[in-house]
């Protein structure tokens, strides 16, 4: 029986691809099966962050439709044995995801796999909610700012209320906050909600905080999730996540900026 | 020279944070009151607003419904803001 991960925000452009794709990979990279299931259809970006843009052929909407087999539609990542992608239709448009459909493919799903994450559309509509349905978990990305932590708390509402777990009294869905582009420096200088600001407004768990870095543009760039740039801060940022989304109690980091001496605080640079 | 000034620029931090904060909590809280609410207050206001407007001019803003929620009960909480009385001075 595999775990649902659904990544979601209400917002777009906070990080949710990014962070299915470090997600998914990260799991992989630990031996975990895993497949990445991509849920904004008319609009489909995850295969260009795995890199796998040039090996679609079926789609998510095309196995719903029965139009595709489930394993013709799976495209095994190259880098990584444990590690599958989902990839969304390009010319459907979001109706297409039916409750009773997507429920049978994470059925079918979970008889191979371990971890189903789950890359949720911004906004509030079918590509979203059909996401956070069937989750067990659910990563609420969020950056510091504003419109991006009302929706979140919209997001944690809908969580709570529209998911099958709510629907059947089930325990809820486990959710998480991770916050991302965070820049300790501006924070510092009380330009940027601080993480405990955040926490304190949406009243989440914290599973981590990945700093603003080039890395994230680099690695889009280049289609590697960006776990995989393991020199980069959110290359690490993102496998500490992982590491503790399963169990590992590993301390925040990049969470403060650089202490600079008297004489670099004195003299700037 | 700049570096000394602002190190001691950042003594008083221009906070736009805290500004966001504040705003963040008011609204997430009017946010949440929205969510949790039963699905009959927005028509409940329009009605209560009608009757009041029998006897009262008073705008749509006056009035605000809300349902708390307790350990073991709901309260429902009803203020109405009349407008201050021209013909009685003093």
């Known amino acids: 029986m595999a775990r649902i991960i659904v990544v979601t925000s209400g917002k777009g452009g906070v990080g949710k691809t990014t962070t299915a794709a470090a997600l998914a990979m990260g799991l992989a990279e630990r031996g975990l099966r895993s497949v990445v299931i991509d849920f904004d259809v008319g609009l489909r970006n995850l295969d260009l ?13 095309n196995v719903i439709q029965g139009e595709a087999k489930l394993n013709q539609a799976l495209i095994k990542d190259k880098r990584n044995d444990n590690l599958f992608i989902l990839p969304a239709s390009q010319t459907r448009d ?3 995801l039916s409750k009773a459909g997507v429920g049978a493919v994470l059925d079918a799903l979970s008889e191979e796999f371990e971890y189903i994450v789950c890359d949720s559309p ?72 601080s993480v405990e600001d955040v926490q304190d407004i949406l ?56 202490k600079k001496g008297l004489f670099g605080r004195l003299f700037g640079g | ?35 949790d609410a039963p699905s009959y207050l927005p028509q409940l206001q329009r009605d209560i607003l009608k009757v009041l407007r029998k006897y009262v001019r008073v705008d749509a803003g006056a009035i605000n419904v809300n349902v708390e929620h307790d350990d073991d009960r709901e309260i429902l909480e009803l203020n109405i803001v009349l407008p201050e009385s021209r013909s009685n001075p003093g």
């Open chain 1, 94 to 96: 979001k109706e297409a």
């Open chain 1, 122 to 193: 911004a906004g509030i509509e079918v590509g979203a909610t059909m996401a956070m349905y069937y989750a067990d978990d659910a990563f609420v990305v969020t950056n510091p700012e504003v419109s991006s932590v009302r929706d979140s708390d919209r997001m944690i509402g809908i969580l709570s209320s529209k998911s099958r777990r709510a629907e059947q009294g089930l325990e809820p869905i486990r959710e998480f906050l991770l916050l991302t582009r965070y820049a300790p420096e501006r924070v510092k200088r009380g330009e940027m909600l």
């Open chain 1, 203 to 258: 009243s989440l768990d914290l599973i981590g905080v990945i700093p603003e870095s080039q890395a994230v543009l680099n690695a889009s760039n280049s289609g590697i999730p960006v776990i995989m740039d393991t020199r980069s801060s959110a290359g690490q940022a993102y496998s500490d996540v992982v590491a503790r989304y399963l169990g590992e109690p590993i301390p925040h980091r990049f969470l403060d900026v650089h």
């Open chain 1, 49 to 61: 962050i795995m890199g796998c843009e040039r090996r679609v052929v079926y789609d998510f909407v």
């Open chain 2, 1 to 35: 020279m700049m570096g000394l000034l602002d190190y001691f620029k950042q003594k008083k931090p221009s906070s736009s944070a805290s500004l966001a904060r504040e705003r963040l909590q008011i609204l997430v809280a009017h946010d949440r009151v929205g969510r």
